[in-house]
């Protein structure tokens, strides 16, 4: 367990050192005006530029699937052709590639990598308030911060078009929400490092910054997300079986229950996963024990995923149940590679996620942690403990609109603890707001073409 403490360590400290930088100014009035002057070398007008793309969106989609479960293929496709949105939502790869083809602010910080609208969420502080901020990190990284930003915009137009909204006013909406990033970073460099770290995403703090409408939804939410405590998992995903143990329900493909070597294997991976948590979890956990496991996939994008619960059960009969998900390597590693054997980077994804995670948020699941079998690297997390989402088909125009706003509130105060943050304060101004808007209504075009073509090569098939 030393040795891997001490890869954790380096791993974190490989991590802050690309996020630190020590060739810039040191004070925050310098680096803004350092920001600033890169205008020159790369103006706002730039970053609004798309460079013709040859790719194929088959094939990168084959490549990043020749590493997933080939069994929960078809439920995968099924979610991803519901619609571009969807398809958009669980495709990264293909954005993050063009992104890397085309011209950036080379203004790098510690990134979401997938700060689409639907990886917002709510879900339980340590001490168990309810809190609302980004929840997705699998792609989580340094790189230029405008790349967060036109994933968040682009989602917006994608979901708005799902709704019907008018298309005049989802540009002017998308304007607004680049614009409300812009003004919230700047906003975040008028207070110092310790108020920016302390910021809270507490939802209660979010009602004064909506009307009543949108305040009684987001309360329609909150009551909604406390009632998905421990006990309402325990009565959805499990039963009770003749001899009267809890066990999890099964929902093949989707849900099953694991061969006994890949149990073992897990149990194993669990016992290191508590040697990385925090002491009082540690402790909590050695209170616990293993009573089943199932493999459980979720999401889109990492629907085929490896990704297991766990079923914990302590010596009253109370009872916790776990996520333990694959932490694959970033989608632009991945589709690079062929063979899953050779992946040896990803026995470091499971910590890049969770120390992306623990900076991003505000406040984190106390029973984060990580676990390495073999060469496949996991995250670990509470599953669905006070974890809700807002599902935006159902909002009117202008609760989307608070909504779409307050998250690239979220978004700038995220960005907003890496240092850099400050030359990307400096560099951006009102130019910015259209540029990327822009470019985002520009890119609508090449989402369709690629949910067109991989719908084409579903057909064949």
């Known amino acids: 367990m030393e040795a891997r403490l001490f890869i954790w360590r380096l791993i974190i400290n490989s991590l802050i050192s690309e996020i630190l930088d020590p060739t810039l100014p040191v004070g925050v009035e310098q680096r803004q005006a350092f920001g600033k002057s890169l205008r020159e070398q790369v103006p706002l007008t730039a970053l609004g530029h798309r460079p013709v793309i040859t790719r194929s969106a088959p094939r990168f989609i084959a490549r990043i699937e020749s590493h997933l479960i080939p069994e929960l293929l078809p439920l995968r496709h099924e979610r991803m052709l519901a619609s571009p949105a969807a398809f958009f939502r669980g495709t990264a790869e293909l954005m993050a590639y063009d992104l890397r083809h085309e011209v950036n602010s080379g203004i790098t910080l510690l990134s979401s990598g997938d700060a689409h609208l639907q990886n917002f969420g709510f879900y339980a502080s340590p001490e168990r308030q309810l809190l609302f901020d980004l929840n997705d990190f699998d792609e989580a990284g340094v790189m230029p911060f405008e790349y967060d930003v036109k994933r968040l915009a682009t989602s917006v137009y994608l979901l708005g078009a799902q709704s019907h909204f008018d298309a005049d006013q989802m540009d002017e909406l998308v304007l607004q929400v680049v614009r409300t990033y812009r003004k919230s970073l700047k906003a975040s460099f008028k207070q110092s490092q310790l108020e920016r770290f302390y910021t809270t995403s507490e939802v209660h703090g979010l009602l004064g910054a909506v009307d009543a409408q949108e305040a009684g939804l987001i309360e329609k939410i909150i009551h909604k997300a406390q009632s998905r405590d421990q006990a309402s998992v325990i009565k959805k ?39 990385t948590t925090r002491a009082d979890v540690n402790l909590l956990l050695h209170q616990y024990h293993v009573t089943d496991m199932i493999r459980h996939s979720v999401g889109i994008g990492s629907f085929g995923t490896h990704c297991y619960l766990a079923l914990l059960t302590g010596p009253n009969g109370s009872s916790i149940v776990l996520q333990l998900k694959e932490a694959l390597p970033d989608r632009h590693v991945l589709s690079l590679q062929s063979d899953p054997a050779s992946l040896s980077a990803e026995t470091q994804a499971g910590q890049r996620i969770i120390a992306a995670t623990q900076i991003l948020q505000k406040a984190s699941d106390p029973f984060l942690g990580w676990m390495t079998i073999g060469e496949r690297s996991f995250y670990v997390r509470q599953f669905r403990d006070m974890k809700e989402s807002i599902n935006v088909a159902k909002l009117t125009f202008d609760q989307f609109k608070a909504y779409s706003e ?45 949910f067109a073509a991989f719908a084409a090569e579903f057909e064949e098939n």
């Open 237 to 275: 995903y499990t039963q009770r079986t003749a001899s009267g143990q809890l066990r999890f329900k099964v929902d093949p493909p989707r849900s099953i229950h694991v061969e006994a070597d890949t149990e073992v294997s897990l149990m194993q991976g669990l016992l290191d996963y508590r040697e």
């Open 406 to 450: 307050v998250c690239a509130h979220l978004l700038a105060k995220a960005h907003a603890q890496s240092p850099q943050a400050a030359v990307a304060c400096g560099y951006v101004n009102k130019d910015f707001d259209r540029t990327i808007q822009q470019w985002c209504l520009g890119y609508l075009h090449q989402v369709i073409d690629d």
